[in-house]
Structure formats: C-alpha cells, structure tokens
C-alpha cells in the first residue's frame, strides 16, 4: 500500500546559502528534511539539486542520493520505507 507522501516548505538556516528545504512527511510523519544545493561551494552540476539533509527512523542512512526534485525524494523515501529487508 502505498504511503501518504507530502511535503512542507521551510528554511534552513546554513551559513547563508542552501536555504530552501522541504520536510518530508510519510502518513504524517517526519520522515526526511531535504534541503535545495545552491551555496558556491558546490560544483555547478550538482547546484539546483536536493541532498538529505537528515533522515529519521529507517531513511536515517548515509550515503543517500541526490535527487532531482522533492518528488524524487518522496519517492526514495517511500522505497526505504516500505522495503521489508531487515
């Protein structure tokens, strides 16, 4: 079944730049925090995209990807979620 993915907007104060981020909420829930990669610290190719800032229960992993949009982020998290591997 699927799960009730939504998204809330929110700051996210980091040394001025990256700023917009989005929490992830699954039924709810908090479940992720998402944040927009635009700071010059970032190589121009992955400007524009959105990092994991942090995960909670079973998307708190390192080593998660970037994502393309929060959509695409919705939808790892749902993945991780819903997988039933221990």
Do not use: N
């Not at 809330?8 to 925090?33: K, N, Y």
Request: with cysteine.
């Amino acid at each position: 079944m699927p799960l009730d993915i939504s998204y809330q907007p929110i700051g996210v104060l980091i040394d001025g730049h990256d700023s917009e981020g989005r929490l992830v909420l699954a039924g709810g829930q908090l479940a992720a925090v998402i944040v927009r990669l635009d700071g010059d610290a970032h190589e121009p190719e992955y400007k524009g995209l959105w990092h994991l800032e942090a995960g909670f229960g079973k998307c708190d992993i390192g080593g998660a990807p970037l994502f393309a949009t929060p959509d695409e982020a919705g939808a790892w998290v749902e993945r991780i979620l819903t997988d039933e591997t221990p």
